[in-house]
Structures are given as C-alpha cells and as structure tokens.
C-alpha cells in the first residue's frame, strides 16, 4: 500500500509512523510539500499522483478556527471552497466529501470525527463566518484533485490559531507544537 503525505510548508512536515504493514501489504509511505495555496498544491499533487500513483492521500498541516482550541487536532473527510462558495447560486460546485471512497476502500475508518475543512486562498485573520471546523489553503484544491483521480483523500489538521487573535503570530508561534500534535495522532495508527 502507497501512502502519499502532502504538507504545505516545511514547518508544517513531521515524518509519520504507520504500522509497517496492512493486512498483508507493506506500507510505504511518500511525501509531498505542495507549497501554499489551491493552485500550487492542485498541480503538484496531481503530478505526484500521476507519477506515484499513491491508494490513499493523507494531507497533514495546520489550520484556523472560530470553533475550536488551539492544539485540537481534527480528521477532516468534508471540504468547502469558500472562494467559490460566493457564487453557488450560479452552479458552481463548492463543496465535496471524501467519507464514502474512504469508506469504501477501508481506510481511515478507525479515525476519530468528521471534520469540515474550509479552504480559499487568503489566511484569514479576521473573525469573519466562515462554513466549518477549520480553515486552511490547500484541502478543497487536493481533495477534488483525489477524487477526480479516484485516491482517497483525508485531510488530518492541528488548531494553531483563532480566526481574529492574532492568526499570523500564533500559526508561526504554534508550528512546532502542531508537528508534534499531529505526530502523536498518527503514531502507530493504522490507515
């Protein structure tokens, strides 16, 4: 089994630790730093995925909040566009689930919530409404991505902020703390 882990900036890059094997399949896994943002990330991880041709995609990272504490790491399988949720009334898609394929294939199936991801291309500093648990730069983009591809995608964030306190000191403040967060999440657990 192929596991490709996709992180945005270096800071956001902790190595994981899944069991050596699944089932009777060894696991290897890959990463992949997209750079921040949809576009960066929806190309390369497609090219990645083109070339490795990974059975799941875990993306890994840090994220905002109005709902949430700082340092809750959340499982997200529901993603929101937000910079095109704008103009839904005009038929355009702005929102997509992964639970079903992630169901289907089996993995990630032990993982604890159902996270709803929100992603556009600005960091949020403002306390402004925003649709989900978390907001971010990159999951929608990957998500849709992954689908169009048919790899399950999952998207695993550690809260480094409160959208409206200060985001852009306390994400570069919180980012060592979230690597080991999300390290601990994953350690030892099977997809």
């Not at 630790?17 to 992949?32: A, I, S």
């Not at 032990?110 to 991801?117: H, I, L, S």
């Not at 849709?144 to 809260?159: E, T, Y």
């Amino acid at each position: 089994m192929k596991i490709l882990v996709t992180y945005a900036v270096q800071g956001e890059f902790t190595e994981l630790r899944f069991p050596g094997k699944r089932g009777d399949e060894e696991v290897q896994v890959g990463y992949l730093r997209t750079g921040i943002g949809k576009v960066k990330s929806a190309y390369y991880l497609a090219e990645a995925i083109r070339s490795t041709q990974p059975d799941l995609v875990v993306n890994i990272g840090t994220a905002g909040t109005l709902t949430h504490r700082v340092g809750e790491v959340l499982v997200c399988r529901r993603f929101v566009d937000r910079d095109m949720e704008r103009v839904k009334n005009l038929g355009v898609e702005c929102e997509l689930s992964m639970a079903e394929m992630l169901a289907q294939h089996g993995y990630c199936t032990e993982w604890p919530g159902d996270a709803v991801c929100n992603t556009g291309d600005s960091f949020l500093t403002a306390a402004e409404e925003v649709r989900g648990d978390v907001v971010d730069m990159e999951a929608y983009a990957q998500a849709f991505v992954c689908r169009a591809r048919k790899v399950p995608f999952v998207s695993v964030k550690c809260v480094t902020d409160v959208l409206g306190q200060n985001s852009v000191a306390h994400w570069e403040a919180k980012l060592a703390e979230a690597r080991t967060r999300l390290g601990r999440f994953f350690a030892g657990r099977e997809v």
